[in-house]
């Protein structure tokens, strides 16, 4: 390597403009494969451009720390894309409210049991304090999800992890478990998707029926603030 | 555009100040949303240009995921020594909270005013 590439490389490898490029760059390809393979479930782009990048640090030798110092100005979006879901939030709030009822109690149950049942299983097997508390929100949009998990004591970089598995998992056996359990109301397999598993969720709910997608949108959005105000309230009556 | 980031990062502001001074256990960026959805509700309709902004970053919402999915790099370890506990957690406690959620939601529909909308002939 000569000096003056070096220098070239030691400059890039610092800057803000290498992790951002990157991300961009990676999240692209991810749609592209995610699109050329037919938009299966399990070829999620947030997944593969996850992959390609943590590959392409360890290949270059730059750490994560660094790289985030760029990818920071990807990552602050997601406080007005949070702000942004009252929006969606708003237009299925006019067109849903005759089914308030059984969408509240459905959306209770579903949260709560998506939280707990992550901790117990976690804590049964013999999971760390740090892990359960990490994977808690994971069933969150994963900027309200890191928001929670900062607040109750996990860690929101390994929460992001989880909320992206969640959604992946759910947009992969999702069709399979509803059949199981023979719902067959598209508003209820929507909104059981969108409160389990948020964004993922809800794209997969859209893809098979709008009506379904509608209301993903909406147990995304709802389960979110319900979340946010439940977790830390539960976190500060059973752990301090 | 210009007015309404500008709008999305007021409410993100006066949630974060409101969460804050009155230190409510609920991320600035939530109470900003809520916000935003009384405005919507006392203004009875989503302005076009709001809809607009918003619609364009939600749609590439999960690029904005990617970053902080990175950070699976710094916890492999975390990852690889509990590797069964997190992934049978992951897994069961996803299952349950679809299936739990759709069927509690189903039940209770079919009693209430809206049975006779339901398309269930015809699902998946």
Known sequence: MSPDFHEIWVYLSASPLA?????????????????????????????????????????????????FDGAQFVHFLLGPATVALAVPLYRQFQQVRRSAVALLVALLTGSAASALSAVAIAWALGASERTMLSLAPKSVTSPIAMGVSEQIGGLPSLTAVFVILTGIIAASFGTWVLNLVRVTDWRARGFGLGVAAHGIGTARALQVNEVAGAFAGLGMGLNGLVTAILLPVLYRLFFT | ?????????????????????????????????????????????????????????????????????????????RLEAEALPIAVAL??????????????????????????????????
């Open chain 1, 19 to 67: 992790g951002l490029t990157l991300t961009l760059a990676a999240y692209q390809a991810g749609m592209w494969v995610f699109e050329r393979f037919g938009r299966r479930p399990a070829l999620n782009p947030v997944m593969i451009a996850v992959l390609l990048i943590a590959a392409t640090l360890m290949v270059a030798g730059i750490d994560y720390r660094t790289y």
């Open chain 2, 1 to 77: 555009m210009l007015g309404t980031l500008t709008l999305l990062l007021s409410c993100q502001l006066a949630g974060e100040l409101t969460a804050r001074l009155l230190h409510l256990p609920v991320p600035g960026p939530v109470i900003g949303m809520v916000l935003l959805f009384v405005g919507l509700l006392v203004r009875g309709g989503v302005p076009e240009p709001l809809q607009e902004t918003a619609g364009g970053i939600l749609r590439h919402l999960s690029l904005l995921f990617v970053p902080a999915g990175v950070g699976v790099m710094a916890h492999l370890n």
């Open chain 2, 91 to 124: 897994l069961g406690s996803t299952l349950i909270g679809v299936a739990l959620t759709a069927w509690v939601m189903s039940v209770l529909s079919r009693r209430g005013p809206d049975a006779e909308s339901r398309d269930a002939e015809d699902a998946p």
